[in-house]
């Protein structure tokens, strides 16, 4: 298992990867904001902890489909169906590599970023503990999409017409801890909603995710 | 005697042919009895003026929508433990009927909320996870037509179908959570049918009997269509092999 994982990792990190290309869009995503609502320091501030979110979220999405397409193209998807590894643990490394290579990496930067959006200094830290406890929940759901969509020719915007709505509940407790920690709020049901969350997502749909590959595959 | 034995399709074929058309009656007679009902000789309520009277197509129409994922749910399981086509096409068949009734529930909600709220939307939790419901629906029909071998595209679906239940009442209760965290005691109830009076109580129960009627009606329908499409695949696919 870590062999994969490592394998998962050195695809991702050389040439034609994609690593950084959601770092990359996140930052682009920062950049365009202020243009669109202005430059006033509060607005930005107000709005700063949504769209760090939604960021985070089309950053994740964006490299959603190179889960499982790429190996399914070259077959190793099969062998790795037909390992004595159990699949639920492929898809569970699968998730892990696509955090570390895309999830991790923003929540490094999300205090520059945060910087870039004038967010409070008190909410810096809760911005980084959201993401931290917040984006393994959505590469895991990621895992699920991308499970379902393996198979098919087209399926990137199927892919995110089907994983979004998933991503509702995570979105909604991320945010609202964020802003809680930058008024100064009890940020106590935010923070265990969300730990609550993936911890719950991380446990269980990987089985849901591994049903779908092992149908695809039939 | 045993209900699994309408999950032969010759025999569930040959049983709905003979109960569809009193369903479709039973349907029509209940809606058009509970709207006449409800739009004509209903007193219009105090505060709410004659807009009071779209909870006839509003509030069945809302049930119906999460009811019908609940349908999708069990047929989906049956599918998936006991591997019954009709079951599974019976869930595929249901989907849009569901997308629809969300699609009425919010549209009528907006045309009842203009006049009352003073706006056709409100980031109500109500409102929004209802808008968050009819995206399931969107991506479980998108993935229904996009995989083309039946079986595969049954049990994809099948399994988005358990996934998405969980996530669309965690969404429910999360939602509840994030507007209350935005502005506190603004949200309005919708809970009327549980201090309302008889005389809107009597019509509000023939029309939501009237919408699982024609529901059933409809499925009945499309199911029957589904199984005769499912034949005459078979059918062209053992030309093109002869």
Redesign the interface.
């Known amino acids: 298992m870590i062999a994969l994982l490592l394998r998962d990792l050195r695809l991702a990190v050389r040439a034609g990867g994609g690593f950084g290309l959601g770092l990359a869009f996140f930052l682009i995503v920062v950049t365009l904001v202020p243009f669109g609502v202005g430059p006033q320091g509060e607005i930005l501030a107000r709005i700063a902890p949504g769209i760090l979110w939604l960021g985070a979220l089309l950053a994740c999405l964006l490299s959603l489909d190179r889960i499982f397409a790429l190996d399914f193209e070259d077959g190793s998807l099969d062998l790795l169906v037909t390992a004595p590894i159990p699949l639920e643990g492929v898809v569970s490394i699968k998730a892990l590599a696509h955090w570390i290579t895309t999830g991790l990496p923003l929540v490094v930067a999300a205090p520059v970023f945060g910087i870039l959006l004038h967010l409070a200094p008190e909410a810096q830290i809760w911005m980084i503990v959201a993401l931290l406890l917040g984006t393994p929940a959505l590469s895991v759901l990621g895992t699920f999409g991308a499970a379902l969509t393996v198979g098919l020719k087209r399926g990137g915007l199927l892919l995110s017409l089907l994983v979004l709505p998933f991503y509702v509940p995570t979105l909604i407790f991320g945010a609202e801890l964020v802003r809680r920690g930058a008024e100064g709020m009890n940020t106590q049901v935010p923070l265990l909603m969300l730990a609550g969350i993936t911890a719950a997502t991380i446990a269980l749909v990987p089985f849901a995710s591994a049903a779908a590959i092992r149908v695809n595959l039939r | 005697m045993s209900i699994w034995e309408y999950a032969n399709p010759v025999k569930f074929m040959k049983t709905t042919d003979k109960v569809l058309p009193w369903t479709v009656g039973l349907a029509v007679i209940t809606l058009v009895v509970g709207l006449i009902w409800g739009y004509f000789f209903v007193p219009s309520a105090e505060n709410f003026g004659g807009s009071v009277k779209v909870i006839y197509v509003h509030v069945p129409a809302a049930m119906m929508a999460i009811n019908i994922w609940v349908m999708m749910l069990v047929t989906s399981l049956i599918w998936l433990i006991r591997r019954h086509h009709v079951s599974a096409l019976a869930a595929k068949a249901a989907a849009p009927i569901g997308a629809v009734m969300t699609l009425i529930a919010l549209i009528t909600g907006a045309v009842w909320g203009q006049p009352m709220w003073g706006t056709w939307w409100e980031w109500d939790p109500r409102l929004t996870s209802f808008l968050?419901l009819f995206?399931?629906y969107?991506?479980y029909i998108?993935?229904w037509a996009?995989?083309e071998n039946p079986d595969?595209a049954a049990?994809?679906t099948g399994?988005?179908c358990?996934?998405?239940a969980v996530?669309?009442l965690?969404?429910r209760y999360?939602?509840n959570?994030?507007n209350q965290?935005l502005h506190q005691g603004a949200t309005l109830s919708l809970d009327k049918e549980q201090h309302i009076a008889d005389v809107y109580w009597f019509p509000l129960l023939m029309c939501m009997a009237g919408f699982v009627l024609f529901f059933v009606a409809l499925v009945l329908v499309r199911t029957r269509t589904e199984i005769r499409a499912r034949r005459l695949g078979a059918i062209q696919q053992r030309e093109r092999m002869a």
């Open positions: 968050i995206l399931f969107l991506g998108a993935l996009s995989v595969t049990d994809l399994v988005l358990l996934v998405g996530f669309a965690l969404s999360a939602a959570f994030w965290g």
